[in-house]
């Protein structure tokens, strides 16, 4: 999902912080790529974009993801070109997490399935610098019950329901 | 190397002040070459250390995207640079062209493999600007080249826009413009 969605939200967040080294975990289309990409540049933030693009297992319940799984990776191609401060892991999320310590912004928008969105938060809580924020998109949402199950074990977690069934769910790691 | 350490520990080691030896690349004037001849705007250092030349290249080019990778997570952690990436030099994570220019200074003499990183480099990269040591390879360094066998070894992999020696510091800088 985009984060057009919480941009209210985020865009706040992260201009108060101004993290000059974001990882968006789960960035398929780009919706939310260009987006995080075209904010941190104003303080010459850079963006590392994980995605294998092999889908996951959650889309066996949303066939329009599914649908999107031959062209999803040109089309992010295509929404990401020209933006420079864009860098690409194109690998599974718990591995880069490994090879991306120190993150200052971290968005965990992979897998919704709850064992997969546990062990995202698990390896990218390790990766994510004192200081740092992480979010994630669907909390609370009666599609995606793994991430808010997920979500809801992580100490000190803060979410924002909007009107409809999503909402934003973040965490700041203590310096 | 203590045979019994991995290639990892044995830099870890070293970055983490337990070994005698040091880790070069904490002046970066020597480098000017390489400054001067980047091509953007997507800029990767690897096997970066201390990551100092990526925190001038950031200073003094607002301009780039510059990421520093190296494999030893102590060097990567204490450099405080940001972003920075855990690779391996012959194996990296990214897709295909997606830098630039890769820089790699003083390191390929370490490597087991240089010729798989030149391969790596080219697959993720449009552009290679390289400084090896010149001459007899100094303690601990597997490798060192000649104008000649520099030339040689890195001819294959495209077109060398420049190849230097710099010998007030027994160092030779190239560029090359990777081609399929």
Known sequence: MSWTRYGHLLGPMLLERRPRYCVEVGAWLGNSSIM??????????????VDHWQGSPDF????????????????????????????????????????CAGAEF??????????????????????????????????????????????DDVPGVHYSKGKGQWGLVWVERKL | MNEQMSTVEYWNTIYTG????????HETDRFAPVLANLEGPRVIDVAAG??????????????LTVVAADFADEAMHRSGFKPYVLTDAT??????????????TQAMGYMADPPAFLREAR????????????????????????????????????????????PDLAMLVAKLRFTA
Not at chain 1, 36 to 49: D, V
Not at chain 1, 62 to 70: E, T, Y
Not at chain 2, 52 to 59: E, F, P, T
């Open chain 1, 36 to 49: 995080f990409a075209e904010t941190i540049a104003q303080w010459g933030g850079t963006l590392i974009c």
């Open chain 1, 60 to 99: 066996a319940r949303h066939p329009f993801m599914a649908a999107q799984l031959s062209t999803a990776e040109a089309t992010f191609r295509a929404r990401i070109r020209g933006h420079e401060n864009v860098v690409v892991l194109k690998m599974a999320s718990v591995d880069a997490a490994q090879r």
């Open chain 1, 106 to 151: 971290i968005y965990i928008d992979a897998s919704h399935e709850e064992a997969d969105v546990r062990a995202d938060l698990a390896a990218w809580g390790v990766a994510l610098a004192a200081g740092g924020l992480m979010a994630g998109d669907d909390y609370g949402d009666s599609e995606f019950p793994g991430v808010t199950a997920a979500w």
């Open chain 2, 18 to 25: 337990r070994s005698t030896a040091q880790p070069g690349g």
């Open chain 2, 50 to 63: 201390y990551a100092d030349l990526c925190k001038r290249i950031r200073r003094e080019r607002s301009d």
């Open chain 2, 91 to 104: 194996a990296m994570p990214f897709p295909d062209r997606a830098f630039d220019t890769v820089i790699c």
């Open chain 2, 123 to 166: 697959r993720v990269g449009w552009w290679l600007l390289l400084t090896v040591s010149d001459g007899e390879p100094a303690a601990g360094v597997r490798w060192a080249w000649t104008p000649d066998t520099l030339h040689a070894l890195l001819e294959p992999f495209g077109e060398l826009e420049f190849l230097s020696a710099l």
